[in-house]
């Protein structure tokens, strides 16, 4: 088949969205399909068989930037004789939308409380745009399926939208086991190792994860923290200062060989506020490092309750307290049982792919 695909930033060294598009480029072409990709930013280190498109995009202010996106994709996807459109990014018409990024009708709710506030956050020209092109994508004449990472996303759209549920499939995404590798042999550490890995520290719960930090602490349990990203690390750093923990956390800012810091981890921990699914949580629990993270993070859904994660509720006021427990609760193990999670961590992954995530998107595609 001819495949166009629509997705802003389109590399390997980017977040999970960006990723998740190279990979998914990556398969099509290895399936045999011509694939052009329809993007802003891109790695031409992805597949040599690929086409990339460039898209103007007017960044003068972030509302210009999404709409101009939208415009300028659909007008390259028109010059294209394709037989499927595929958005990744907020973009219609489309044969397949997939909810890369967060629904923004749910953020705003998680974001900004209150009826009141988010109303007069819908009015900030940014949301608007965002929350006009949403509701675009999401009337069932603009798109033809929708494909979700998650229930939770299914169960999202289902709530704020009124599209097909039967229009709605869920495919979880693919993890590169290659590259994510597990260390699964017996460790006796007296201080484990905590990780968090994201590029928007708030969103992700980073400063649930330092009160957490200090509140095990208070419970007798001494952790190192490690946290990779890139985001200003300030606020944080100054958080930990006055809780009295800063010798217990490390800022490293971003890396490209994140699989190695998995690898050396006891426990990822990741309370995400929002995520449709965190590829990081399966990449974690590929490379053998077991999970703590929340109900609104759809990659939870493929965490078994002790055996290789913990799950806690999302966006709470209690969440520091929720990330103790489980914090304690896994320092408390023996070094076997945390060995033993470490294997289930890995043994969970392993139906996971990416070629069978591109596999099963084609299957409906063709439908």
């Known amino acids: 088949m001819k495949i166009a695909v629509i997705r802003s930033e389109c590399s390997f060294t980017k977040g999970g969205a960006e990723r998740y598009a190279a990979n998914l480029c990556r398969e099509l072409c290895e399936l045999g399909h011509e694939v052009w990709v329809l993007a802003e930013i891109f790695a031409n280190d992805i597949h040599p068989d690929l086409k990339h498109v460039p898209i103007k995009v007017n960044r003068t202010t972030s509302s210009r930037r999404n709409r101009s996106f939208n415009k300028n994709a659909q007008k390259e996807a028109l010059k294209l004789n394709v037989d499927h459109v595929i958005a990744l990014s907020r973009s219609y018409p489309s044969d397949a939308f997939r909810v890369s990024d967060p629904l923004h009708c749910f953020w705003m709710k998680i974001r900004y409380p209150g009826k009141i506030h988010q109303f007069l ?210 320092c408390a193990l023996s070094n076997e049982a945390r060995q033993q999670m470490r294997q289930q961590s890995r043994t969970t992954t392993e139906s996971y792919t990416i070629r069978g995530n591109a596999e099963q998107f084609i299957a409906h595609l063709s439908q």
């Open 121 to 330: 956050q819908s009015l900030n020209p940014r949301h608007k745009a965002i929350l006009e092109i949403e509701k675009a994508i999401l009337d069932p004449n603009n798109t033809r399926m929708i494909v979700t990472n998650s229930k939770l996303s299914k169960k999202i759209i289902g709530e704020y939208y009124d599209y097909p549920q039967e229009r709605i499939h869920v495919i979880y995404n693919g993890v590169d086991h290659s590259q994510f590798t597990a260390d699964t042999s017996l460790r006796k550490r007296e201080t484990l190792e905590l990780l968090f890995v994201g590029q928007d520290f708030k969103r992700k719960g980073l400063g649930p994860v330092i009160e957490a930090v200090a509140l095990a602490k208070n419970d007798g349990y001494i952790c190192q923290l490690r946290v990779i990203g890139r985001d200003n690390p300030s606020p944080y750093q100054e958080q930990a200062k006055k809780l009295g923990i800063l010798d217990l956390v490390t800022f490293e800012g971003p890396t490209r060989q994140v699989q190695d810091a998995y690898r050396e981890a006891d426990l990822f921990v990741f309370p995400s506020l929002y995520d449709p699914f965190a590829n990081v949580v399966l990449e974690s629990l590929a490379c053998g490092l077991p999970a703590i993270t929340t109900t609104t993070n759809g990659s939870s859904e493929i965490i078994t309750e002790g055996e290789d994660g913990y799950v806690i509720e999302g966006a709470t006021d209690h969440l520091a307290t929720d990330i103790a427990a489980c914090i304690s609760t896994f």
